[in-house]
């Protein structure tokens, strides 16, 4: 699906939040979702864990799921250059990549994989969650991620205008029927903190 008005990729967008500080705002945007999606991870799991946020940002969930008792490694990978340069500058000892979900792979693979506000940035997502699942994930790991633009979410179908950006709209049960398809299992999902007009954060938790 096409959207009007595009002027910019999603990476060229957020190299430059980075650059104006925007990344920040969005840190605390996301917040309480995140932290939604790591007591998840966290319930009756007591287990060690390592751990990819796909589409990171500026690091700050990869800085967050590090400092857990349980996680014995915490990695970022994000598209735009920028974000990846200002993590590095707050965290030069963390672990984050400069590259293209479409393109990287972990060298080894990973117990979890989460993800925020990233997935609707792709033409295929359907690719991308296939990539996950073969080359990111171990047998039995973990995939969750949130997302706001999805049909439902009324308020955020001016989004791809607003901003310029390429965004792929799909249904609760569109997104379903792809973490189906792509083999994912026990499927569970939540909206978010939905409020008002707001339908809330859809998060959805798999495993492989
Ligand atoms: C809405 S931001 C969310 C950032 C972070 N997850 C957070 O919650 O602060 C979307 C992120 O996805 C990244 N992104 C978009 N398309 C990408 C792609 N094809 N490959 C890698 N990263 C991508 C952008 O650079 C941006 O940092």
Not at 74 to 96: C, H, L, R
């Amino acid at each position: 699906m096409k959207n009007d008005k595009i002027t910019e990729s999603p990476v060229e967008f957020f190299g430059k939040w980075a650059e104006i500080g925007k990344d920040i705002g969005m840190e605390e945007g996301h917040a309480s979702s995140v932290k939604f999606m790591i007591n998840k991870l966290l319930e009756n799991n007591n287990s060690k864990f390592t751990i990819i946020d796909a589409g990171c940002g500026n690091g700050w969930v990869t800085r967050l799921l590090s400092s857990i008792e349980n996680c014995d490694y915490s990695a970022g990978v994000d598209g735009a250059k920028q974000m990846i340069e200002k993590a590095k500058s707050v965290d030069p000892n963390g672990n984050y990549f400069y590259g293209d979900l479409t393109e990287w792979s972990p060298l080894e693979k990973v117990d979890i994989v989460h993800s925020m506000e990233v997935f609707y940035y792709f033409e295929d997502p359907m690719f991308v969650l296939s990539k996950i699942y073969n080359n990111w994930l171990k047998n039995k790991g973990k995939l969750i991620f949130g997302i706001d633009h999805y049909s439902e979410n009324l308020t955020t179908l001016n989004w791809p205008a607003e901003c310029g950006v390429y965004m792929n709209t799909k249904s609760i049960f569109e997104w379903e029927t792809i973490l189906k398809k792509v083999g994912f299992n026990n499927i569970k999902k939540w909206q978010v903190g939905a409020k008002n007009d707001w339908n809330g954060t859809l998060v959805f938790y798999c495993d492989k």
